[in-house]
């Protein structure tokens, strides 16, 4: 997880203009002007070695920066008969390789910005699900672009559009006119398979890919619900050391502990009680606002209600930093966070057999024999996709960890959706009810939990 900010602006105080920014890359800062644009780059150095972006080609006319992870970057070593000392600097290449749609070539969580200085042409994508964020503004032939929405608007700027899920675009460099270029990814909605084998591959593979090559260590915070379960579950079973932090209120202790007795000798769970010493509350969310440059997000739980999800509102959140915060103290080494984002809003909408848990189901997590008649839900990408996502890389940009995301995994979605209506309506969450009836690893059966404090 890394940052950026990329502006024809000139920067007064940079300093204090990438403060917040830099919290989500510690590891270094680097800023160069090229063609007479600012490019600032903050490194959290997790995959290969350690390596300053911008990417440039010989000449500077080709410009990336990006944030996140890719994970087939290997597949393009072999193909292009070339060494990576880290995963974007496959970018370039796949840029002159297939063009502007690049991006649909790449299986990881970005976002990116490529100048084309020949062209005068700026190509950005975000990933599927857009889990790392990215923000623009093109004021009277002003512009910036960023990780942060709060820094462009430090920088003056109006009319902040925020980048999409799934999302690829050109962007004239003088005239600054959007082209849309299309998806990064189009799911099939046949749904034709009868067994939850493919599904189970492509979680294990998910996993297996997020946990490999590190300098670093991987944690998760783990519930006594589905979703992180299943993490752990896999976690365990694949082998994979990883450290879970848990908080005691809200959660069955029973399951808790009886999860601890199924993990492997190297792996341990800290309990810590509920948040309700008020000073501790209070920092926290300090740490989090960042004295006020938290992004205002201009987003809705669901389409029919009115009302901007806030972060700082969200009964979650204070559990959440908590736990990361936790989490590097323990070991500072602690910044690969398996997320289970996601599984409510796509293997489960937030409902089973047409009972809304939530009111911002959509449809009461019944699926329907025909997809297309639902398909793209409100939360696939908007609603609480789009909300909870971004208060999680907030949380996890304000510690210097990153968050990796099993559940918006491309095949594991796409293996999701393929599975016939009757396996996908049998259980509560049923993708996960059998990861973890098979298994034998505890859980609260039919129960939503989180870390709500």
Partial sequence: MCSFLITNLTLKDIKYINYKLSL???DSTNIKIINGITFIHNLLSITGNKINQPFENHDN????????EIYNYNFYEKLFNKTYQTDGECLIDLYNNYGETFTQKIDGEFSIVLFDFVKNKIIVSSDIFATKPMYMAFNDGKFAISTYKYAL???G????YKLQANTI????????KFNYLGEVYTFKLNQHKSTFNDFNKAIENAIRKMTQNLRKKVFITLSSGY????????????????MSLSLKHGEDLSILQSRIQKLKNNNKIIYKSYIDDIDQ?????IKVDLLGKIDKFNSFLDKDNNKPYNILNDDALTGFAYLFKKAKELDKNNLIHLSGQGADEIFSDYGFNGIKIKSHSCFGGKFPQNLRDIFPWHSFYKGTQECFINKEEHVAGCYGIENRYPFLDREVVQEFLYLSPVLKNKYYKAPLYQILKNNKFPFSLNEKKGFSV
């Fill in 24 to 26: 989500r890359g510690p």
């Fill in 61 to 68: 006319t080709i410009v990336v920066l990006f944030n996140g």
């Fill in 153 to 155: 608007e430090e920088l």
């Fill in 157 to 160: 700027l109006k009319d902040i």
């Fill in 169 to 176: 675009l050109s962007i004239d460099l003088i005239t600054h």
């Fill in 227 to 242: 979703d992180s379960g299943s993490i752990a579950c896999l976690l365990n079973k694949l082998n994979i050391d990883f």
């Fill in 281 to 285: 509350r209070t920092k926290t969310m």
